[in-house]
């Protein structure tokens, strides 16, 4: 195959350049190249000496210089030309004025001849400052009465311990002072000889260096001489100025996007929308707060017009992906704190509960409760372990396996605290019997709150009259609520205060008591609303039948005398259900709460109470009992009986008997069962909140019965220090109730260190979850962030924003910068070097 080649013409119809032309073109590029080379300034010309007028002035014209060239396209490099040869011009021009002008870079090498402002720090900062060590120091030669002292050069070098000599670069020597004097002090503001006159003292001048070269105020001006070093003379220091700009300007915009993602996560508010664009009206709570912020916020109104809305590849920080991005780090940071406090506290207890969210997943909330360093019991929110089951086998492994996640030792569980389902406290294979087989110590707790709860399922069912009286009120919620005409008649009889008929199903004392509450204060409205509609012939006749049947039963003198009784009896045990419930209880207060209730029970168990109820009752409606209208059935006799010994009860009898003390001893019994479960406990430690009140015989016999128990917590020294404590009590003349408050004193009093093992007995006590209501707390927050707009939720992302609803304190106490520098670290693109050998 031959292959033509066309010199003249190229296949593309151009003429080819001669190697004569690319030569003579290639020359005239590298004439064009060195011409240009020696136009610009050489890097000494940046360094020659300039006055400061000099200097304003040619930083001007240059600035204006350019202006005018990124105006009209001149290059950089014709720019740098153009200010070399004008300031050439000027200063040939003004000499006169030159000459007034005193000439910074001829700064004298004495430093008490220095004129301490930025400009002579900076022309100092650009070279090596000169120590004058080689001058004759026999010039320094002083007269110290009949002795003669010199200084030395070994002043200027420090001697460490291993035989070493280190410059000490801080010093200078001065002529016309014959003193020594501190560079940093001396430039950045010192105030002893070493900045100001100088020292002289040649005797002491060693030890003298020695005290200042350490403290305090040296050490704060060496810091600044440094960073000051370091920034100045650079090549680069425009960049690096730049750079920090920018450092700063994004710092500025991530605080405000972290702001909003605080703010909402704290209120459990969805964050994105259906568009992610700035200026829709579908584009979310966070674009929403953002653009409601930069409407006061010049420097976010630029930022969302200039980066708002360019799409993806484009930075902003403001996008649902570095959203999700801050939400992830603020949840890490919290959670660490967490973590980092359980560690500290030592000890702890778990707090375990379970409930199906909106997308029918089972959510077991996982709540640690520990003492804080000031002594003060918290319960903190970790996470939410989905489709764990309800096997103790399994629970056991998700228990478990969380605490070796987190490097949380197992053996410092103190107590752990679970409703009553027989999978959590089975004394044999409940998860509470398998805790205690890793660890005797974690005490099973019931929830003090789910117990009283479940004495009121158990009283509820226990006659009769009782159950009748719940299912009424529960009909009667339903019958009224299943129309919206019914339920606005009953709204219209109601008085300014009285409330509407409640739900009265569940086990919450809240709930039965708000339902018995709001039938107590509207009896007679609900009456005539009833008979109102059972009279209409509008209704139909199920409606008319059904309210005829719940005003029939509502007429009862019975149902009268349990409104007013429960009514009574709920309010005591609602009110006593809400204090249990916090977070700032420990055991001795239940025992005490459990106690009380079981003493009014016991108060009101008489014919007198029974009587005044009955008064109460009759305000409502007459007495009149059922029992009593109906006729007594006679029992037909034997041959060898008689009716001489027959007891005939009237109504009243009936219900005081068989209802009323039936009721009251039930309950009672269902207390004091329940009570002992926490009496047992609270037993061991019962001496710690009476310790003024008992002998020291009766605290010594106690405290080494708590010892013999936790014998590799506490001392053997425990007794005498919680008799050491009594006495310490008893001086200070402060009523001091309560373990919470004992611990919390004993903390803020740094006493912690003088009663070390009370300290450790007041935390293992105070760790003990008495409730799980933390738990069920967050199946409200669970429900508000996993609603049915969000049910594809899960996850970290539902950790996540669990986290920042439940626990809001620790979210506020955030630092930005901590969270900002997190964020920089995460998005960083650096890779490490690679160093070949």
Request: hydrophobic share 35%; aromatic share 10%.
């Amino acid at each position: 195959m031959r292959i033509k080649w066309y010199h003249s013409k190229m296949s593309d119809s151009r003429s080819r350049l001669s190697g004569y032309k690319y030569k003579k073109i290639a020359e005239e590029k590298k004439n064009q190249l060195n011409n240009l080379v020696q136009k610009i300034p050489k890097i000494d010309y940046f360094f020659k000496p300039t006055t400061f007028l000099n200097e304003v002035e040619n930083y001007e014209s240059t600035q204006k210089t350019l202006a005018s060239c990124s105006n009209s396209g001149t290059s950089t490099t014709d720019v740098t030309y153009i200010q070399n040869v004008t300031s050439s011009e000027s200063c040939s021009n003004n000499t006169t004025e030159k000459d007034n002008v005193p000439i910074v870079d001829s700064i004298s090498e004495d430093p008490a001849e220095w004129v301490i402002n930025d400009l002579t720090i900076d022309r100092l900062l650009l070279k090596e400052i000169k120590q004058n060590i080689d001058y004759d120091l026999l010039s320094t030669k002083l007269e110290f009465g009949n002795k003669t002292r010199y200084l030395k050069k070994s002043v200027f070098y420090r001697k460490l311990l291993n035989g070493e000599q280190q410059l000490r670069k801080f010093l200078i020597y001065s002529r016309s002072k014959n003193a020594v004097f501190c560079i940093p002090c001396r430039l950045f503001g010192g105030s002893t000889k070493f900045a100001t006159e100088g020292l002289m003292d040649w005797r002491n001048v060693i030890k003298i260096v020695k005290q200042h070269e350490v403290s305090k105020e040296h050490t704060n001006c060496q810091i600044v001489f440094l960073r000051r070093s370091n920034n100045i003379g650079r090549i680069d220091s425009d960049l690096c100025i730049q750079i920090n700009n920018e450092i700063d300007y994004w710092k500025n915009v991530l605080k405000r996007v972290i702001a909003v993602i605080k703010k909402l996560g704290s209120r459990g508010l969805p964050f994105r929308g259906s568009v992610e664009k700035f200026g829709s009206q579908n584009n979310g709570n966070f674009m929403m707060c953002l653009e409601l912020i930069s409407e006061f916020d010049p420097f976010l109104s630029n930022h969302i017009v200039q980066h708002g809305n360019p799409g993806s590849g484009h930075t902003s920080y403001l996008s649902s992906t570095t959203c999700d991005e801050i939400i992830t780090l603020i949840t890490t940071q919290v959670t660490n704190v967490i973590i980092k406090e359980i560690k500290s506290a030592k000890y702890f207890s778990i707090v375990i509960d379970s409930t199906p969210d909106i997308s029918h997943t089972d959510q077991l909330a996982y709540v640690i409760r520990y003492v804080r360093d000031d002594g003060f019991p918290v319960e903190r929110f970790m996470c939410f372990l989905p489709n764990i089951g309800h096997k103790s086998e399994t629970l056991e492994t998700a228990v478990l396996s969380f605490l070796t996640k987190h490097d949380i030792d197992i053996n410092n569980c103190r107590g752990q605290s679970y409703d009553n389902a027989a999978n959590m406290s089975g004394i044999y294979s409940g998860l509470q019997a398998r805790i205690v087989k890793k660890n005797p110590y974690a005490y099973y707790v019931p929830c003090a709150a789910h117990s009283l709860n479940l004495v009121g399922t158990c009283v509820a069912e226990c006659v009769k009259e009782g159950l009748s009286f719940f299912n009424t009120i529960q009909h009667l919620y339903s019958f009224f609520s299943a129309s919206t005409r019914r339920w606005d008649i009953l709204k219209s009889s109601l008085t300014l205060g009285k409330k509407v008929v409640k739900r009265a199903d569940g086990t919450r004392w809240s709930a039965r008591h708000e339902a018995c509450d709001s039938l107590y204060q509207n009896y007679d409205g609900i009456m005539k609303n009833l008979s109102l509609l059972e009279e209409d012939n509008f209704e139909k006749a199920t409606t008319r039948c059904e309210a005829a049947g719940l005003r029939r039963q509502l007429d009862r003198f019975e149902t009268v005398f349990m409104t007013v009784f429960w009514n009574t009896i709920l309010e005591r045990f609602n009110s006593t259900s809400k204090e249990l419930q916090k977070v700032n209880i420990d055991l001795g207060i239940v025992v005490k709460l459990y106690e009380s209730l079981i003493n009014f029970i016991t108060s009101i168990r008489n014919d007198k109470c029974f009587n005044e109820y009955v008064i109460l009752a009759k305000k409502i409606k007459s007495e009149e009992y059922e029992f009593d209208k109906v006729r007594t059935k006679k029992r037909k006799l034997q041959a060898d009986e008689t009716r001489e010994n027959e007891v005939h009860m009237t109504g009243s009898d009936k219900l005081r008997i068989e209802t009323y003390f039936t009721i009251l001893d039930r309950v009672k019994s269902e207390l004091e069962k329940r009570c002992a479960a926490y009496t047992n406990t609270f037993d061991k430690y019962d001496f710690l909140t009476n310790l003024i009140l008992l002998s020291p015989e009766e605290i010594t016999q106690k405290a080494n019965k708590l010892q013999e128990l936790y014998s590799d917590d506490l001392e053997k020294s425990f007794a005498c220090e919680c008799v050491h404590f009594r006495a310490y009590l008893q001086s200070i003349n402060t009523n001091i109730d309560g373990v919470i408050e004992l611990s919390i004193h004993l903390r803020g009093n740094n006493l912690d260190t003088v009663f070390p093992n009370v300290d450790i007995a007041l935390r293992m006590l105070l760790c003990m979850a008495i409730t799980n209501c933390s738990a069920e707390r967050s199946f409200s927050t669970l429900k508000r962030v996993k609603n049915y707009l969000r049910a594809s939720m899960e996850g970290d992302k539902l950790n996540s924003l669990s986290l920042l609803a439940i626990e809001t304190e620790l979210v506020n106490k955030m630092d930005f910068d901590a969270i900002i520098d997190d964020f920089a670290t995460q998005k960083s693109r650096r890779k490490p070097m690679s160093t070949r050998h």
